[in-house]
Each structure stands twice: as C-alpha cells, then as structure tokens.
C-alpha cells in the first residue's frame, strides 16, 4: 500500500503560479502511474493530467493544456503539478492518485490510492 500527501496549496490572484507536490510512502512510487484530479464546490472530480510510471509521457485535460505540467521524480518518491496562468475556474481541492495501470487514463475509478488533497484558490 502506498500513502500519498499533497501540499503547496493556496490562494492566489488570476494569472499567477502554484506548484504542488503529491509525496509517496510505503511503496516506491516508480510503481505506479500517477494522476492529478481536482474537485470544485458542487461538481464531480474531473481529471487534470497524469504521467506514466518513467515520466516519458504525460496527458492533460483540454481545459488546463498549455498551462499546466506534470513531472515526477521516482528518486525523491514525489510528483508536482505546476500550475500557471490561474483562472478563477481553477479553484478546486487538487487531488493526486496513482494507478498499477501502466497508461494514464482520465476516470478516477480507475486509481487505486488517493492523497487527502490540497486547496487551490483563485481569486479575481
């Protein structure tokens, strides 16, 4: 079993920049795929982008493509998800999760451990 803990989370103005961090334990994160979700007020979980268990390929959601970037490193056991050009639409609790799936893939059924997520909050 793998436990994961988001942080970096916040308030920031329209148009600035966050970076989270999704840090594992238990297992070696290099094990999984990992993907980024995130959860507004009232709506469903929706899928923001993952990448594969090396890191050579990655897959975003067509509202945060172009804006946001994924990355991991397997050595420190820990992903991030840059966030930049911040809407106020981006407000949301920022989930990661990863998955033994070795594709990346947008249904969150499909990940199998969860971290406790962090807030990200854009004002206008």
């Known amino acids: 079993q793998v436990q994961l803990v988001e942080s970096g989370g916040g308030l920031v103005q329209a148009g600035g920049s966050l970076s989270l961090s999704c840090e594992a334990s238990?297992?070696?994160?290099?094990?999984?795929?990992m993907g980024w979700f995130r959860q507004a007020p009232g709506k469903e979980r929706e899928f923001v982008g993952g990448i594969t268990r090396s890191g050579g390929s990655t897959r975003y959601a067509d509202s945060v493509k172009g804006r946001f970037t994924i990355s991991r490193d397997n050595a420190k056991n820990t992903a991030y998800l840059q966030l930049r050009s911040l809407k106020p639409e981006d407000t949301a609790v920022y989930y990661c999760?990863?998955?033994?799936?070795?594709?990346?893939?947008?249904?969150?059924?499909?990940?199998?451990?969860w971290g406790q997520g962090t807030q990200v909050t854009v004002s206008s």
């Open positions: 238990g297992r070696t994160l290099s094990t999984y795929a």
């Open positions: 999760a990863v998955t033994w799936r070795v594709v990346v893939t947008t249904a969150a059924d499909d990940y199998d451990y």
